[in-house]
């Protein structure tokens, strides 16, 4: 039961955001900024963002050589040129919002290692720098040359160099939003799990933290929904896939890890970075089992952990010992393309979902697209 004070100052808002990861607290944000005089509430199931926000590997990345040549497989030129385009200008917008220092941002680069499978990709590198010339005006891509230095395993042929990729600490990046959401007096719920949405009222209801209650209804003028694999609950007619993605990190190195910068593996399928304390970050390898991985449960895949157990030992360090100190899965979501669903559902109800594992580099921007709808 809800008291009489509750339903006085609690329930009814002028916006209210489904989901508090990098999207729903973006859009939180810029509509308070936009509308300073309105009430805004976001509402997150979680204790933390329950899908990839936190959970991801901090990559502050807009494409690999060899993901981008992929795309131009299913897209055309234009659309390819326009993903990265709207990619990059998503991570210089929350390095100017936020500073540099507020992300613990580090402008590393990216590389890419090239193994056999990949080595054609290298004759295609003046084509792609060509393609992306007017929006970065010099060359991104290079091979890079230093390759014993870095002490990869025999498979790795090559590197690729990305002048304009980064890492970020993606604790910080969602703290910076949570104090600049409590600045601007937004109102945040967790432990919220939105259970149904009505369209036409435009209502959100949450069910109860006790069983003994009924859910709670709240009412808004504007609704954001932001809940990216989890939204068919609420949406169920949408081109959303669920799509797990597994993180690993070592116990600190016995030896110093003679690189630093955000590393691609096998397409992009698979990252690692060196992260606090000479550790190892590492993730990805969902193709190895696409299928399994195509679920929103937050277990672990026991192949694709032995894929990157392997994959440590032979190509990324062959001559150290690997200790694992933490593993944890994030949910990503996916589509038939890798367009975000950017769209009004009904009046004054919009829908942000489906980054495609790219969340840092284009939430903030989705969000702008979704408040100018408001």
């Known amino acids: 039961m809800l008291s009489y004070w509750e339903r006085e100052h609690f329930l009814k808002y002028d916006l209210i955001v489904a989901g508090a990861g990098i999207v729903g607290l973006s859009v939180a944000v810029q509509y308070a900024i936009k509308y300073p005089e309105k009430k805004v509430l976001v509402l997150e199931r979680g204790l933390f963002p329950s899908g990839a926000s936190t959970k991801n590997a901090g990559f502050a990345c807009f494409g690999s050589l060899t993901e981008i040549l992929d795309d131009l497989n299913y897209l055309s030129e234009i659309e390819v040129s326009d993903l990265v385009k709207k990619r990059f200008k998503g991570l210089n917008s929350i390095r100017e919002f936020f500073g540099d220092e507020s992300l613990g941002y580090q402008a590393t680069g990216g590389y890419e290692l090239i193994t056999e499978n990949e080595i054609d990709a290298l004759s295609e590198i003046d084509r792609i720098n060509q393609l992306l010339s007017p929006i970065f005006q010099r060359n991104v891509f290079e091979v890079f040359n230093d390759i014993k230095a870095y002490g990869f395993g025999p498979k790795v042929r090559s590197i690729v160099k990305n002048h304009f990729e980064g890492e970020l600490d993606s604790g910080m990046f969602l703290d910076s939003l949570w104090k600049k959401s409590q600045s601007l007096g937004i109102k945040i719920l967790t432990g919220a799990n939105v259970k149904a949405l009505d369209l036409f009222e435009r209502t959100i209801s949450v069910e109860s933290p006790l069983p003994e209650n009924t859910p709670v209804t709240f009412q808004a003028e504007q609704i954001a929904i932001c809940t990216n694999a989890f939204t068919?609950?609420?949406?169920?007619?949408?081109?959303?896939?669920?799509?797990?993605?597994?993180?690993?990190?070592?116990?600190?190195?016995?030896?110093?890890?003679?690189?630093?910068?955000?590393?691609?593996y096998d397409k992009g399928y698979v990252y690692f970075r060196k992260v606090y304390g000479n550790r190892l970050l590492i993730g990805g390898g969902r193709n190895i089992d696409f299928e399994g991985e195509q679920t929103d449960q937050f277990e672990i895949n026991p192949k694709i952990k032995s894929y990157l157990f392997d994959l440590i030992e032979k190509e990324i360090l062959p001559n150290q010992k690997f200790s694992l100190e933490m593993e944890w899965t994030g949910i990503m979501a996916f589509g038939k393309t890798k367009q975000p669903i950017i769209k009004m559902i009904a009046e004054d109800v919009c829908v942000g979902v489906r980054l495609g594992g790219m969340g840092v580099a284009i939430g903030w921007e989705t969000a702008t697209e979704m408040v100018s709808h408001f």
């Open 232 to 264: 068919k609950i609420i949406v169920p007619d949408l081109d959303i896939k669920p799509g797990r993605g597994l993180i690993l990190v070592s116990k600190p190195l016995e030896k110093e890890l003679p690189w630093s910068g955000s590393f691609h």
